[in-house]
């Protein structure tokens, strides 16, 4: 266990429901995350987990619970809070980065900075320190299409953590990557987190990514049950 116990709690859902129509995708789901933790969510494509991770962003609107994050209730925030919430507190690793083409490795890693009204040259000063510590200071100068996988992932590694967000949303984040550059990656995004203090909700079918978590949750056909240690 990485995280103190008594770390406060950042992010709680509390009986999520998910429907679209008469499908049910999230049923009952809670949970909470404290501080510089780490949850992971594992379960089969289709189990509900990305759903409930969307729905944990504020990206999709529950149909029934309530989520919290540092005492704001999501369902009460409007679209212009949600966004500054979504830009300013949370950040986001997806499954093959999404990085901007048309910027260079440097400028996506700056690039939450810069929406938050930071002066450019402030923002790529703190781009390259956050790239020279992930082992990417060689590559800010090129585009994403020229960078190996491996580095694109990390890229967007940097890019989630350089505004110290108070929790980080990672979908199958090292899902795209050989198992080398995988563990690289997860080693590498999770030692970070856990020195600035933010807390990550990781979505993975892969159980050896899961267990480098500090609490684990399991989720099947739209119902999460939390895995006890043995």
Not at 25 to 35: E, G, K, P, Q, T
Not at 93 to 119: C, D, H, I, K
Not at 174 to 183: F, I, K, M, R, V
């Amino acid at each position: 266990m990485h995280v103190a116990v008594q770390a406060p709690e950042v992010l709680t859902a509390s009986k999520v429901k998910l429907c679209y129509g008469a499908t049910v995708a999230v049923d009952d789901a809670s949970l909470s995350v404290r501080r510089g933790e780490v949850i992971a969510i594992t379960g089969q494509s289709g189990s509900g987990k990305s759903s409930l991770l969307y729905c944990l962003a504020g990206v999709l609107p529950v149909s029934a619970g309530e989520v919290w994050f540092e005492g704001s209730l999501l369902e009460e925030l409007d679209d212009e809070e949600l966004c500054a919430l979504r830009r300013e507190r949370f950040g986001f690793v997806f499954q093959y980065g999404e990085l901007l083409p048309e910027l260079t490795v440097e400028e996506n890693t700056a690039l939450p900075l810069r929406l938050a009204g930071r002066r450019k040259g402030e923002a790529l000063a703190l781009a390259g320190d956050v790239l020279r510590r992930l082992g990417l200071d060689s590559v800010r100068d090129r585009r994403p299409s020229q960078v190996s996988g491996g580095q694109s992932q990390r890229v967007a590694v940097a890019r989630a953590l350089i505004h110290r967000p108070g929790v980080v949303f990672a979908d199958e984040p090292t899902g795209s990557l050989d198992s080398a550059n995988a563990n690289t990656v997860l080693e590498e995004f999770l030692m970070l987190a856990r020195a600035q203090g933010t807390a990550v909700v990781l979505v993975t079918h892969d159980k050896a990514v899961a267990a480098r978590a500090d609490t684990r949750y399991v989720m099947s056909d739209g119902v999460l049950v939390r895995e006890v240690d043995s």
